[in-house]
Protein backbone atom coordinates (compact mmCIF):
# COMPACT_ATOMS: atom_id res chain seq x y z
CA UNK A 1 0.00 0.00 0.00
CA UNK A 2 1.96 2.92 -1.35
CA UNK A 3 0.23 5.06 0.61
CA UNK A 4 0.51 9.24 -0.84
CA UNK A 5 3.50 9.25 -3.25
CA UNK A 6 5.24 12.57 -4.77
CA UNK A 7 7.06 13.45 -6.92
CA UNK A 8 10.00 14.36 -7.21
CA UNK A 9 11.86 13.97 -3.61
CA UNK A 10 14.38 16.85 -4.64
CA UNK A 11 14.36 19.43 -7.27
CA UNK A 12 16.30 22.69 -8.00
CA UNK A 13 14.85 25.51 -10.06
CA UNK A 14 16.45 28.90 -11.49
CA UNK A 15 14.40 32.02 -10.95
CA UNK A 16 11.39 32.61 -13.68
CA UNK A 17 11.00 28.97 -14.44
CA UNK A 18 8.05 26.90 -14.24
CA UNK A 19 7.22 23.39 -12.63
CA UNK A 20 4.17 21.51 -11.32
CA UNK A 21 4.84 19.00 -8.33
CA UNK A 22 2.68 15.57 -8.51
CA UNK A 23 0.91 13.65 -5.54
CA UNK A 24 -1.74 10.99 -6.17
CA UNK A 25 -3.08 8.99 -3.06
CA UNK A 26 -4.43 5.27 -3.34
CA UNK A 27 -6.49 5.41 -0.22
CA UNK A 28 -9.77 6.70 -1.89
CA UNK A 29 -9.54 9.83 0.24
CA UNK A 30 -12.02 12.70 -0.58
CA UNK A 31 -9.62 15.66 0.25
CA UNK A 32 -6.25 16.70 -0.64
CA UNK A 33 -3.80 19.40 0.68
CA UNK A 34 -0.15 21.17 -0.37
CA UNK A 35 1.37 22.73 2.77
CA UNK A 36 4.86 24.12 2.30
CA UNK A 37 7.14 24.13 5.63
CA UNK A 38 10.34 26.57 6.11
CA UNK A 39 11.93 26.40 9.54
CA UNK A 40 10.51 28.28 12.10
CA UNK A 41 6.90 28.45 10.31
CA UNK A 42 5.66 24.97 10.78
CA UNK A 43 3.15 23.59 7.98
CA UNK A 44 1.44 26.20 6.14
CA UNK A 45 -1.55 25.65 3.84
CA UNK A 46 -1.18 26.82 0.15
CA UNK A 47 -4.24 24.51 -1.25
CA UNK A 48 -6.56 21.84 -0.59
CA UNK A 49 -8.99 20.22 -2.73
CA UNK A 50 -12.54 19.24 -0.41
CA UNK A 51 -13.46 16.45 -2.54
CA UNK A 52 -12.84 15.79 -6.60
CA UNK A 53 -13.56 18.66 -8.87
CA UNK A 54 -12.96 21.58 -6.24
CA UNK A 55 -10.10 23.44 -4.98
CA UNK A 56 -9.89 26.30 -2.34
CA UNK A 57 -6.82 28.59 -1.34
CA UNK A 58 -5.37 28.35 2.29
CA UNK A 59 -3.54 30.63 4.10
CA UNK A 60 -0.04 30.73 1.24
CA UNK A 61 -1.51 30.73 -2.07
CA UNK A 62 0.36 33.41 -4.11
CA UNK A 63 2.33 32.30 -6.61
CA UNK A 64 1.15 28.76 -6.77
CA UNK A 65 -1.61 26.75 -8.84
CA UNK A 66 -3.42 23.70 -8.37
CA UNK A 67 -5.19 21.24 -9.74
CA UNK A 68 -7.42 18.34 -8.82
CA UNK A 69 -7.06 15.99 -12.04
CA UNK A 70 -9.39 13.04 -10.42
CA UNK A 71 -9.58 11.82 -7.39
CA UNK A 72 -6.22 10.38 -6.86
CA UNK A 73 -4.14 13.20 -7.86
CA UNK A 74 -3.88 16.95 -6.99
CA UNK A 75 -0.68 18.79 -8.53
CA UNK A 76 0.69 22.01 -7.57
CA UNK A 77 2.42 24.22 -10.14
CA UNK A 78 4.54 27.14 -9.93
CA UNK A 79 4.48 29.19 -13.26
CA UNK A 80 7.68 31.42 -12.20
CA UNK A 81 9.40 30.09 -9.63
CA UNK A 82 10.90 33.03 -6.75
CA UNK A 83 13.62 32.41 -4.15
CA UNK A 84 11.29 32.67 -1.64
CA UNK A 85 9.56 29.70 -2.94
CA UNK A 86 12.36 27.56 -1.77
CA UNK A 87 11.02 25.29 0.51
CA UNK A 88 9.79 21.56 1.58
CA UNK A 89 6.49 20.93 -0.17
CA UNK A 90 4.19 18.12 1.35
CA UNK A 91 0.73 16.90 -0.13
CA UNK A 92 -1.61 14.90 2.56
CA UNK A 93 -5.01 13.47 1.77
CA UNK A 94 -7.84 12.59 4.34
CA UNK A 95 -11.16 10.40 4.01
CA UNK A 96 -13.20 13.41 5.16
CA UNK A 97 -13.08 16.12 7.29
CA UNK A 98 -12.61 15.40 11.11
CA UNK A 99 -10.33 12.59 9.97
CA UNK A 100 -6.46 12.31 10.16
CA UNK A 101 -4.33 13.06 7.37
CA UNK A 102 -1.79 11.76 5.88
CA UNK A 103 1.50 12.82 4.40
CA UNK A 104 3.73 12.16 1.26
CA UNK A 105 7.54 12.10 1.54
CA UNK A 106 7.80 15.88 0.71
CA UNK A 107 9.59 17.58 -2.44
CA UNK A 108 12.76 19.74 -1.54
CA UNK A 109 12.43 22.54 -3.65
CA UNK A 110 15.52 25.15 -4.20
CA UNK A 111 15.25 27.94 -6.44
CA UNK A 112 18.08 29.73 -7.42
CA UNK B 1 -3.45 35.73 16.17
CA UNK B 2 -2.77 32.39 14.27
CA UNK B 3 -5.50 29.59 14.53
CA UNK B 4 -2.68 27.11 16.24
CA UNK B 5 -0.23 27.67 18.33
CA UNK B 6 2.51 25.85 20.25
CA UNK B 7 5.21 26.53 22.29
CA UNK B 8 8.50 25.90 19.60
CA UNK B 9 10.29 25.03 22.51
CA UNK B 10 13.19 23.61 22.72
CA UNK B 11 12.75 21.20 24.97
CA UNK B 12 14.49 18.54 26.96
CA UNK B 13 13.62 16.15 28.77
CA UNK B 14 16.14 13.45 30.60
CA UNK B 15 15.77 9.84 29.29
CA UNK B 16 12.61 8.22 31.49
CA UNK B 17 10.49 11.28 32.51
CA UNK B 18 7.61 12.48 31.24
CA UNK B 19 7.60 14.93 28.27
CA UNK B 20 4.36 17.23 28.44
CA UNK B 21 3.43 19.53 24.92
CA UNK B 22 0.69 21.93 24.68
CA UNK B 23 -1.09 23.60 22.26
CA UNK B 24 -3.57 26.28 21.76
CA UNK B 25 -6.26 26.61 19.35
CA UNK B 26 -8.63 30.04 18.86
CA UNK B 27 -11.63 28.50 17.03
CA UNK B 28 -14.04 27.67 20.15
CA UNK B 29 -16.06 25.21 18.06
CA UNK B 30 -13.60 23.12 16.85
CA UNK B 31 -13.80 19.37 16.47
CA UNK B 32 -11.22 17.14 16.03
CA UNK B 33 -7.07 17.28 17.31
CA UNK B 34 -4.85 15.43 16.01
CA UNK B 35 -0.60 14.68 17.09
CA UNK B 36 2.04 14.54 14.49
CA UNK B 37 5.88 13.56 15.18
CA UNK B 38 8.02 14.79 12.73
CA UNK B 39 11.83 13.38 12.85
CA UNK B 40 14.23 15.49 10.85
CA UNK B 41 14.14 15.37 6.85
CA UNK B 42 11.06 13.22 7.04
CA UNK B 43 7.45 13.72 6.36
CA UNK B 44 4.93 14.23 9.94
CA UNK B 45 3.25 10.77 10.94
CA UNK B 46 0.04 10.72 13.02
CA UNK B 47 0.54 9.97 16.88
CA UNK B 48 -3.08 10.42 18.26
CA UNK B 49 -6.11 11.84 17.36
CA UNK B 50 -8.87 13.30 19.76
CA UNK B 51 -12.44 14.36 19.99
CA UNK B 52 -13.95 14.68 23.28
CA UNK B 53 -13.03 16.05 25.61
CA UNK B 54 -10.92 14.04 28.29
CA UNK B 55 -7.85 11.93 28.38
CA UNK B 56 -7.12 9.28 25.72
CA UNK B 57 -3.93 7.03 26.14
CA UNK B 58 -1.99 4.91 23.52
CA UNK B 59 1.03 3.12 25.01
CA UNK B 60 2.99 5.80 26.19
CA UNK B 61 1.46 8.66 24.69
CA UNK B 62 -1.93 10.26 26.33
CA UNK B 63 -4.12 13.03 24.60
CA UNK B 64 -5.67 15.31 26.82
CA UNK B 65 -8.48 17.77 25.60
CA UNK B 66 -10.12 20.72 27.18
CA UNK B 67 -12.35 22.53 24.62
CA UNK B 68 -13.57 24.85 27.65
CA UNK B 69 -10.01 26.29 27.78
CA UNK B 70 -9.03 25.35 24.27
CA UNK B 71 -5.97 23.56 24.68
CA UNK B 72 -5.12 20.14 23.59
CA UNK B 73 -1.90 18.61 25.39
CA UNK B 74 0.24 15.31 24.62
CA UNK B 75 2.06 13.41 27.44
CA UNK B 76 5.01 11.22 26.70
CA UNK B 77 5.36 8.85 29.61
CA UNK B 78 9.05 6.90 30.01
CA UNK B 79 10.44 9.59 27.20
CA UNK B 80 13.14 7.41 25.16
CA UNK B 81 15.73 9.23 23.05
CA UNK B 82 14.10 7.90 19.99
CA UNK B 83 11.19 10.28 21.19
CA UNK B 84 13.38 13.26 19.94
CA UNK B 85 11.56 14.73 17.02
CA UNK B 86 9.07 17.74 16.50
CA UNK B 87 5.83 17.47 17.54
CA UNK B 88 3.04 19.04 15.70
CA UNK B 89 -0.21 20.02 16.75
CA UNK B 90 -3.13 20.08 14.19
CA UNK B 91 -6.86 21.04 14.28
CA UNK B 92 -10.01 20.89 12.16
CA UNK B 93 -11.98 24.36 13.14
CA UNK B 94 -15.32 24.34 12.46
CA UNK B 95 -15.50 27.82 11.35
CA UNK B 96 -12.56 26.83 8.18
CA UNK B 97 -14.66 23.69 6.84
CA UNK B 98 -12.29 21.18 5.17
CA UNK B 99 -9.10 23.29 5.79
CA UNK B 100 -6.54 21.64 8.14
CA UNK B 101 -4.57 24.12 10.28
CA UNK B 102 -1.08 22.89 11.70
CA UNK B 103 0.95 24.60 14.76
CA UNK B 104 4.61 25.28 14.50
CA UNK B 105 5.31 22.65 16.26
CA UNK B 106 7.62 21.80 19.23
CA UNK B 107 11.31 20.40 19.25
CA UNK B 108 11.55 17.85 22.02
CA UNK B 109 15.02 16.26 22.65
CA UNK B 110 15.31 13.04 25.38
CA UNK B 111 18.41 13.36 26.87
CA UNK B 112 20.04 9.49 27.65
Known amino acids: NAGVTQTPKFQVLKTGQSMTLQCAQDMNHNSMYWYRQDPGMGLRLIYY???????DKGEVPNGYNVSRLNKREFSLRLESAAPSQTSVYFC???????????FGQGTRLTVV | QKEVEQNSGPLSVPEGAIASLNCTYSDRGSQSFFWYRQYSGKSPELIMS????GDKEDGRFTAQLNKASQYVSLLIRDSQPSDSATYLC????????????FGTGTSLTVIP
Open chain 1, 49 to 55: SASEGTT
Open chain 2, 90 to 101: AVNQKNTGNQFY
Open chain 2, 50 to 53: IYSN
Open chain 1, 92 to 102: ASRRQINTEAF
